[in-house]
T-cell receptor, first 112, second 111 residues
Framework: DADVTQTPRNRITKTGKRIMLECSQT?????MYWYRQDPGLGLRLIYY???????NKGEISDGYSVSRQAQAKFSLSLESAIPNQTALYFC???????????FGPGTRLTVL | SQQGEEDPQALSIQEGENATMNCSYK?????LQWYRQNSGRGLVHLIL?????REKHSGRLRVTLDTSKKSSSLLITASRAADTASYFC???????????FGPGTRLSVLP
């Protein structure tokens, strides 16, 4: 089984809808991250969490919120989806803040 | 602005040839990492080089780091069609929002 899983893998939704993307990990890592990837722009950090009680905004947090329900679970929500949030979303984990990151398979989100 | 910038944006070579990708960055780092992404999939870690290291090898991969020039290079020797992917450098600082990825280099290895 994969160490970092994301659900759903694909989602098509309409403008204004609330969407939640979920991430679970079995690596036992404290640190979890949410990124979005747009063509030609690489990955941009949305939010990161260094433990259950520590959540931090990343480079592009506007329009997103997160919840760290447990060490193993980190969810990303789009409260009111808009078309320019169409992107590939990745969850990642790491043991230390400067350590290797382990990525989930991604969620392809389309907002119509 | 992004910390790391890869060069070239795209690279096409024949199987068996070597591929070199470069990464430049702007501020001091704790380490620099290279990742590979097959089309539409999650990134996979390839190699990590710390700021006090100058060169590192892993199989067919060779990474160099020049902190005075704030640059790194990834060399893939004897490339294979399976090496076709996008390659990203990530610069890692010791504090704060510390992981920053560049836009990537798309490598195509032709059989």
């Amino acid at each position: 089984d994969a160490d970092v899983t994301q659900t759903p893998r694909n989602r098509i939704t309409k403008t204004g809808k609330r969407i939640m993307l979920e991430c679970s990990q079995t690596k036992g890592h404290d640190r979890m991250y949410w990124y979005r990837q747009d063509p030609g722009l690489g990955l941009r950090l949305i939010y990161y969490s260094f433990d259950v009680k520590d959540i931090n905004k990343g480079e592009i947090s506007d329009g997103y919120s997160v919840s760290r329900q447990a060490q193993a679970k980190f969810s990303l929500s789009l409260e009111s989806a808009i078309p320019n949030q169409t992107a590939l979303y990745f969850c990642a984990t790491s043991d230390l803040a400067v350590d290797t990151q382990y990525f989930g398979p991604g969620t392809r989100l389309t907002v119509l | 602005s992004q910390q790391g910038e890869e060069d070239p944006q795209a690279l096409s070579i024949q199987e068996g040839e070597n591929a070199t990708m470069n990464c430049s960055y702007k501020t001091s780092i704790n380490n620099l990492q290279w990742y590979r992404q097959n089309s539409g999939r999650g990134l996979v870690h390839l190699i990590l080089i710390r700021s006090n290291e100058r060169e590192k090898h892993s199989g067919r991969l060779r990474v160099t780091l020049d902190t005075s020039k704030k640059s790194s290079s990834l060399l893939i020797t004897a490339s294979r069609a399976a090496d076709t992917a996008s390659y990203f450098c990530a610069t890692v600082r010791a504090y704060g929002q510390n992981f920053v990825f560049g836009p990537g280099t798309r490598l195509s290895v032709l059989p």
